[in-house]
């Protein structure tokens, strides 16, 4: 009786479990219906605008039809507004509703310009004593504003005022936020939701019916996602401590710093496109983004067009800042002490003025004037040269100068200057005679020669000669960093230091001003006759945007990604971008890779100025589960001792993998003793074999990308080990790795990586932080690894 008592028991528990699944799958319906039929009706409205923006855009051409100018103009004007709003309309009509808060009523009835109540905290008796309330207030959070033809809120722009509370409401803090959900959708489909209740404590009700709690939390579910290999907006699960940096005033100097996986990066793109949202006008400059490697650039590049924002905003890599040049190259961590570190800037310098005196540089000017034969020694041309390049004066622009000095010593060789007491004629007699020598063939080929134009490419090639480099960097460099820096120079491509050296020696050399092109005409103004009134019609304004945004080299704010990484020359390159800019200074110290962080900051501080600064501290890790993070903690102590962790808000239960490539083991996961006979396990005979098994394995445990880190000199091996493996899985050098993440990643040989430089520890660190689940760490012989694989690294 009792067994049968028990089983009935067992089948009624089974019955109340399905019941209870049925009643949440019904009641997750009809909440995924509501939001359908708001979406649904956000559609219509949304299809209705662009209609009104494709009539404007057909009323403008019917307007430049007209044929005077003022319809031109006009025309250009309403074009370029229409099609500005038109394109903003058709790239966010995919998936941009993410978000909504259901809202107590407020302590006052006041309405902002997006149409919704301002006030932050409840009113007096918006919770009666019994805890109960009533929802006052539905808001919906998209990409973009949308407003009914009442001019009532359908949805509120991420970036407004009103829609703070769904990013900084908290179970600490709630506000008048009750609840706050998460809208998945595709297309005109909504897929589900998930909620989160920021008042668990209290009884709500909206339209008389209680308000129900979809899903186990919104950050948890997008934490899980699968990674692909371009970044996506976290426009729907930005927290609280990021939502303050997102919205810090522009002003000045923004430091935000924070460990791997608190989302540093993804701050920096969303203030950029809340700093648009504000300030527009502020911010018509351009906003400059700089990342740290090409790779973080196409990672990033797609999120600011998903948020709106494209056009005013460009991501660059640091080796892409100069126009014309694009690093493709790395240097060894000798070479890139050297030519990052500020002794390098008094390097260049001399090579700026020495690469005046090549060896085909004449020693010699001979020119007749006045019937006369002048001549001008090697020591008199020295003299003069020495002269002109006194001062601190770009050298390109010192040669009006070193042809008028040569002028002087000419005038004076002539005997010409006492002919005349009388100024006037005097200066008669010595503008002729300028003009008699300067016209000479002789003149002009010999200052062509004793004074070129120098491009910075070519300085830079001059400094691929040992002896050169030697002669001016003498008591700089040492010889053996002169020799490695010539032999650098000597290869095809430009590494990023490079790049910042070819910044450096654009300053240093100056370029002459250009005339300004001839802007070519309008054919609509050719056919309406208006040529012969205006040969040349001013730039429209649209026309004006776009050749500023070409030429630009100055910007109204600039964000530094990773800055920990840049070294002192880099400062230099991206503060000359942003001179009257303000700044969003982005990274962690205990990820920089350069190894004499003081001087870099010295270098920083330059290039910032006096502007005041705040900071800002991330201390949440988002990606790494707390697995890992305990793991990667052991590098951290080693790198900075002292220095916190940020803390993970997450556990798998998955324990990082160890594997060795010696023929005695078998790889064991940690903790467990595992003798794993799936793929993955027995003996190994390479490297290659052990390393591309581990990700084939891999392959099979999670739905996205796969990153496999190694040092810097095996990049090109480790690909090569890895081919056939497919687009999902992709091999890197550890610099590579900085800012991208993956859902598993294969850390070779940590020791390789932490020896390849003075900042190798810190390197490892961001190695191993790159995984959002499942982390493999395959050892070799050098790691000196235990009887379980783990390399003495990563032991306690």
């Given amino acids: 009786m009792a067994a049968q008592a028990q089983q009935e028991t067992a089948v009624g528990s089974v019955h109340d479990a399905v019941r209870d699944n049925a009643v949440q799958d019904s009641v997750r319906d009809r909440e995924i219906s509501i939001e359908q039929e708001h979406l649904d009706r956000v559609y219509r409205r949304l299809e209705e605008k ?74 007096e008796g918006a919770v009666r004593d019994d805890n109960t309330a009533d929802i006052a207030e539905t808001l919906h959070i998209g990409r973009i504003g949308v407003l009914d033809q009442d001019y009532a809120p359908l949805v509120i722009d991420w970036r407004a005022p009103a829609a703070a509370p769904f990013y900084r409401s908290t179970p600490v803090d709630p506000g008048r936020v009750v609840r706050r959900r998460v809208i998945r959708s595709k297309g005109r489909r909504v897929l589900g939701v998930e909620d989160d209740l920021m008042r668990p404590e209290l009884k709500a009700s909206l339209d008389g019916r209680e308000l129900p709690v979809i899903g186990d939390g919104a950050l948890m579910a997008a934490l899980g996602q699968a990674r692909s290999h371009t970044m996506r907006d976290i426009v729907a699960s930005i927290q609280a401590e990021q939502d303050l940096v997102i919205r810090a005033p522009a002003a000045s100097v923004t430091y935000v710093e924070g460990g791997p996986g608190t989302g540093k990066t993804a701050v920096a793109l969303h203030r950029a496109a809340y700093l648009l949202y504000q300030d527009r006008r502020r911010y018509a400059g351009g906003i400059l983004i700089v990342s740290p490697t090409p790779l973080l650039v196409a990672y990033t590049e797609g999120v600011l067009p998903s948020l709106g924002e494209e ?66 020694e090697a020591g008199q041309l020295d003299r003069i040269r020495h002269n002109v390049l006194g001062g601190t004066a770009p050298v390109n622009l010192l040669r009006p100068r070193a042809r008028k000095l040569l002028l002087d010593a000419l005038w004076e060789q002539s005997g010409a200057a006492g002919r005349h ?85 654009q300053a240093i050399l100056g370029a002459p001003a250009r005339p300004r092109k001839r802007r070519e005409l309008d054919p609509l103004d050719q056919l309406t006759g208006l040529e012969e009134l205006m040969p040349v019609r001013e730039e429209s304004q649209r026309e004006r945007a776009e050749r500023l945004a070409q030429e630009r080299v100055e910007y109204a704010h600039v964000i530094v990604d990773e800055a920990q990484d840049l070294t002192p020359m880099q400062w230099r390159m991206v503060g000359r971008r942003g001179r009257h800019a303000t ?79 010696d ?126 694989g783990v390399p003495d690294l990563l032991r306690d």
Avoid: C
């Fill in 421 to 505: 007491t009388d100024p006037e004629l005097a200066a008669e007699l010595r503008s002729s005679f300028d003009e008699d020598v300067t016209s000479e063939d002789s003149f002009i080929e010999f200052l062509d020669a004793w004074w070129p134009e120098l491009a910075p490419r070519a300085v830079l090639a001059a400094m691929a000669d040992d002896r050169r480099l030697g002669r001016w960097s003498r008591r700089i460099l040492n010889p053996g960093e002169a020799r490695k820096v010539a032999r650098s120079l000597r290869r095809d491509g430009l590494s990023v230091h490079d790049v910042a050296m070819l910044d450096e020696l």
């Fill in 311 to 376: 056009g005013q905003v460009a991501i660059r890599a640091i080796g892409s800042l100069v126009d014309g040049a694009e690093a493709t190259l790395y240097d060894s961590p000798a070479v890139a002490r050297a030519k990052g570190s500020y002794r390098m800037l008094k390097v260049l310098r001399k090579a700026a003025r020495g690469a005046l005196e090549s060896n085909d540089s004449p020693t010699r000017l001979r020119v007749v004037a006045f019937g006369r034969r002048l001549e001008l």
């Fill in 663 to 788: 023929k005695e083991h078998v790889p064991t996961d940690k903790g467990h003793g595992s003798t794993d006979k799936g793929p993955g396990a027995g003996v190994r005979e390479s490297l290659a074999e052990t390393v591309r098994e581990e990700a084939a394995r891999l392959l099979d445990r999670v739905d996205g990308t796969i990153g496999v880190v190694v040092a810097m000199n095996r990049r090109e091996e480790a690909r090569r080990w890895l081919a056939g493996l497919g687009d999902r899985v992709v091999a890197l050098g550890s610099l590579e790795a900085k800012g991208l993440e993956y859902d598993a990643t294969v850390v070779v040989s940590p020791a390789e990586i932490a020896d390849e430089s003075p900042a190798g520890l810190r390197v490892l660190y961001v190695a191993l932080t790159r995984a959002t689940q499942q982390l493999t760490v395959v050892s070799a012989e050098r790691d000196e690894p235990d009887a379980t």
């Fill in 50 to 123: 662009i209609h009104e923006a494709e009539y404007l855009m057909n009323d403008a051409a019917k307007r430049g039809q007209v044929g005077t100018p003022g319809a031109l103009a006009e025309r250009d004007a309403q074009v370029f507004r229409a099609g500005v709003h038109l394109n903003r309309l058709n790239n966010e009509f995919e998936d941009f509703l993410f978000g909504r808060i259901d809202l107590l009523l407020g302590k006052d009835g006041k309405k902002g310009p997006d149409g919704a109540y301002t006030a932050v905290e409840p009113a």
């Fill in 583 to 661: 700044w969003t200074i982005v990274g962690d110290p205990a990820q920089s890779s350069w190894s004499d962080p003081d001087e870099a900051a010295e270098a920083r501080d330059e290039a910032l100025g006096s502007r005041p600064r705040r900071s800002f501290q991330l201390t949440v890790n988002y990606r790494n589960p707390a697995e890992i993070a305990e793991l990667a903690a052991k590098v951290l102590a080693l790198a900075m001792p002292g220095s916190v962790s940020p803390s993970a808000v997450r556990s798998t239960g998955v324990e990082p993998r160890f594997v060795r490539t």
